[in-house]
């Protein structure tokens, strides 16, 4: 399966931003989607991941109640609503899709190219 993530860009703190994965090639409504994020400097990082139905969602901590992971299996494209942001919370975001709901990078097969997220303080 392929992905495409977009909707990065300069934001302030306090600002709200979507980002979309479009995917193709597979049944998107097989695969559960998560997110990542990567800061400069640091290691990769969970942000949220969304079941193949969209009734299950998990978050980081960090996230947890600012961010919504949503899908739209008719658009074979899955989102996460990011509000409240905060200057750590800039990094590159990369979206990615595996089998089952999982927080580890490693259990995800296919991921997209990343799109940088910049808030500033």
């Known amino acids: 399966v392929q992905l495409q993530a977009s909707g990065g860009g300069l934001v302030q703190a306090g600002d709200s931003l979507k980002l979309s994965c479009a995917t193709s090639g597979r049944t998107f409504s097989d695969y559960y989607m998560g997110w990542f994020r990567q800061a400069p400097g640091k290691e990769r990082e969970f942000v949220a991941a969304?079941?193949?139905?969209?009734?299950?969602?998990d978050y980081a901590d960090s996230v947890k109640g600012r961010f919504t992971i949503f899908r739209d299996n008719a658009k074979n494209t899955v989102y996460p609503q990011m509000n409240r942001l905060k200057a750590e919370d800039t990094a590159v975001y990369y979206c990615a899709a595996t089998t089952g709901i999982t927080r580890l990078g490693s259990l995800y097969a296919y991921w997209g190219q990343g799109t940088q997220v910049t808030v500033s303080s």
């Open positions: 969304i079941s193949s139905g969209g009734g299950i969602r």
